[in-house]
């Protein structure tokens, strides 16, 4: 089967550096992705990675490392507006393009 | 807007009842998705198309779930004879194909359904 595991809550102070984890059993790996999605909404893309190494794109960076089964998500510079659930996501062969979802961490920052 | 967009918002229906919800891609987009998520779940895939070819869906899909997207543009999903299991968001995403991005699935708002 396919298994995506994060951390279900973290808590953080406004300016400050929070890495989020995410840990994936799954075959034929073709590439991650992580969302986020505030209360009621759409989740809305940050970032891919299908490689081994660190993609930077403003206070947003994922790394990702195949052979651990392994990537996080760092957000830097934190604000009040960063609060909400960043979902890790596996598109895996087996299943198509179809993307598989961890149960998300709900980030809270706080002042 | 050219985002995805979903129609209607929020349902409210009664067990038993029969709903149809209707997804507008972005327009040049080639893949739809369906999703379900229910609360401190993450999205669970339902069934996806290219153009107007249903090409997976999956085993959360029962009988009473059809989808449809007759000219490759919008998309709708219909549940029939509503449970109260159905309630959740229904989140529709649309990507395009061939992508240098690994085919990113942007997200709609998403229709809330509740069945009584």
């Known amino acids: 089967g396919q298994n995506i595991d994060q951390p279900t809550e973290m808590t953080a102070t406004e300016g400050a550096i929070v890495q989020i984890n995410c840990t994936y059993q799954t075959s034929g790996f073709n590439g991650l992705f992580w969302y986020q999605q505030h209360a009621g909404e759409a989740p809305t893309f940050l970032s891919y990675?299908?490689?081994?190494g660190l993609e930077e794109k403003g206070r947003f960076s994922s790394f990702l490392s195949r052979s651990k089964g392994y990537s996080y998500l760092l957000l830097k510079e934190l604000q009040m507006k960063d609060s909400a659930s960043y979902l890790c996501?596996?598109?895996?062969?087996?299943?198509?393009?179809?993307?598989?979802f961890g149960k998300g961490t709900t980030l809270s920052v706080s002042s | 807007d050219t985002g995805v967009s979903q129609d209607p918002r929020h349902k409210i229906t009664k067990r038993g009842q029969n709903v149809t919800f209707r997804c507008d891609p972005i327009s040049e987009h080639n893949r739809l998705y369906w999703y379900r998520q229910t609360l401190g779940q993450g999205p669970e895939f339902l069934t996806y198309f290219q153009n107007e070819a249903q090409l997976e869906k999956s085993r959360l899909l029962s009988d009473r779930f059809s989808a449809e997207r007759p000219k490759g543009s919008f998309s709708t999903l219909e549940i029939q004879r509503t449970e109260q299991g159905d309630s959740a968001m229904y989140l529709c995403?649309?990507?395009?194909?061939?992508?240098?991005?690994?085919?990113?699935?942007?997200f709609g708002p998403g229709t809330r359904l509740l069945v009584l």
């Open positions: 995403a649309s990507s395009l194909l061939p992508s240098g991005r690994g085919e990113t699935q942007y």
């Open positions: 990675n299908v490689l081994d």
């Open positions: 996501a596996v598109r895996v062969r087996q299943a198509g393009t179809a993307l598989i």
